[in-house]
């Protein structure tokens, strides 16, 4: 029987592709690498193939169509004032 996806498991695809985002806009597609964007997700590079198996799936991915999704914050940022 094959296993149920986690709950959070959209959510944690959207952070790659956000963090990935920021990666490439800095360093470019070519300058960036799945160990730099598993570092900057605080994930293993294990994980980060389970959610896409190369960088070129994580520039071509279909979420990206969706731009309303964000990934949820974990903590409010307070503004000062």
Excluded at 27 to 53: E, F, Q
């Amino acid at each position: 029987m094959a296993r149920s996806r986690a709950k959070d498991y959209d959510d944690k695809r959207l952070v790659i592709l956000h963090r990935s985002a920021q990666l490439f806009a800095e360093s470019g597609y070519v300058g960036t690498s799945m160990n730099a964007i598993a570092d900057a997700c605080r994930v293993s590079k294990a994980l980060l193939y389970h959610y896409y198996p190369d960088k070129e799936a994580i520039l071509f991915s279909k979420s990206w169509l969706r731009p309303s999704r964000r990934p949820k914050k974990r903590h409010q940022i307070r503004r000062r004032g």
